[in-house]
Structure formats: C-alpha cells, structure tokens
C-alpha cells in the first residue's frame, strides 16, 4: 500500500472522545521510548507527524491520524514508564485499557519490543491480557538497525521461543526500523489486507 495522505486528526484523553469510528482502525502500544511515533512517522513518510523524543513519556494521549482517507493510526502513551509520577500513570493505564477494550473498530494492536531487549515481563503480561480479552494483536520488532544481523536473528528467535513457552500459536511479527525503513512495507501490508475485513454493522 502507498500512503498518499496523513492527516493528524485528533488527541484524545479518553475512548469517548476519539472520532467517530467509521474507518478501520490500527493502534501502535509498547513500552515507552520503544519507537511507535517514529515508526508512525516513517510509514507516513511525514518526519513529524507523531511527536517523538529520546526522552520516555513523550506520548500521553490517544493520537488518531487518518491515513489516505480512509483508516486511522493510533499512537498511544507508553506502559512502563517508571519515572512517571503513579496518579499520572494508573490514570494513562486506565485510558489505554478503555480504548482497547471499547473501540469498537479496532482492527489490530500492534505491540512495539525493542529487538535488542530479552523478554520482559511487562510485554508478555500485557500480550497474555489481550488475548485474555480476544484482542487481535501481532508484534512488531523495532530499532533493528541498532543490531548486527546475526545478533538481531538471535534476538528474535529467543523471543519467540520465550513466547513459545505458553503460547501454542504464535502471532504474527514484523521487524522493522524507522532509520533505514526496512519492514515497513510488511506492516502496511498487513494493513491493507485487514482493511478488506471491516465492515460498519
Ligand atoms: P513514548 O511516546 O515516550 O512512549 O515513546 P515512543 O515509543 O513513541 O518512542 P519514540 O518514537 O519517541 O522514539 C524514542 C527514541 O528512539 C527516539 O530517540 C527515536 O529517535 C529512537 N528510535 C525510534 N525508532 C528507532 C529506530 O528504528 N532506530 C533507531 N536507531 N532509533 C529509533
Ligand atoms: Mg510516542
């Protein structure tokens, strides 16, 4: 898929208050710092659209963009972030888990790991909770120009096999990088193909 248009729509500090969900609708989730406004603005070729930063935290709303008129990206805050003051972050964790829950045209999450992390404990919880609630999710693998080939390939096998542990199927994974823009054709992609699924009831 080509993307002919990105358009911020609207940040929003609650489900209720996102847009109206008539387009299909793809949210980005992961750690803080682990590079979902980047990647959001690499896929949209738009270097600033989503704010980023090297300091964690930068995103604490639900950001919807429109992309080419016709299915919206979500960026949202980060979970993790241990330097956020505990009101500011339970009332972010409860924010987040109302718009996973109830947005009705949510299509698919995609759960951001950094490739050079081990697995931790925060995203596996968070992944076995999705699927506790039959939420589509898929995992995308970020930074990967940080990592020698090799080293990346070991990365991700441990992960899987890690996952591999307690889940029987494994979701479906993407490896990309925001530098070099490498796998972000797979996820728009991926994109695509589910676009074809939604349907307003
Ligand atoms: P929060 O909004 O704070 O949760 O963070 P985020 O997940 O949106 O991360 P963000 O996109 O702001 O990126 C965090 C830092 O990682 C920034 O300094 C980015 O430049 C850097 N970064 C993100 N993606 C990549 C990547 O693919 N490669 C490299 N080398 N750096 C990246
Ligand atoms: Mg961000």
């Known amino acids: ?23 299909p609708e793809y949210a980005f989730i992961g750690r803080s710092n682990v590079g979902k406004s980047s990647l959001i603005n690499k896929l949209t070729n738009k270097s600033k659209l989503a704010k980023t930063s090297s300091t964690p935290g ?8 429109l992309i080419n008129e016709q299915w919206f990206l979500v960026d949202l805050p980060g979970y993790g972030f241990a ?25 698919n999450i995609y759960v951001l790991i950094d490739s050079r992390h081990q697995p ?43 996952l591999s542990e307690s889940w029987e199927e494994l979701p479906a994974m993407f490896v ?19 676009n074809t699924l939604f349907h307003l009831d």
């Open 1 to 23: 898929m080509i993307v002919s248009s990105a358009e911020f729509v609207k940040s929003s500090t609650e489900v209720k208050a996102c847009p109206k969900g008539q387009y």
């Open 58 to 65: 930068k995103t604490q709303l639900i950001n919807h963009f």
């Open 83 to 107: 330097k956020m003051p505990l009101p500011v972050k339970k009332k972010m964790e409860v924010m987040i888990s109302q718009y996973l829950l109830q947005r009705q045209n949510l299509m």
């Open 120 to 162: 931790l404990d925060i995203d596996i919880e968070f992944m076995e909770q999705l699927a506790e609630n039959q939420l589509a999710f898929s995992i995308i693998f970020t930074k990967a120009d940080k990592l020698k080939k090799r080293k990346l390939e070991d990365s991700i096998s441990k992960y899987k096999t890690k």
């Open 176 to 194: 990309t990088s925001s530098e070099t823009g490498s796998g972000t054709n797979l996820i728009l992609n991926d994109i695509e193909s589910i």
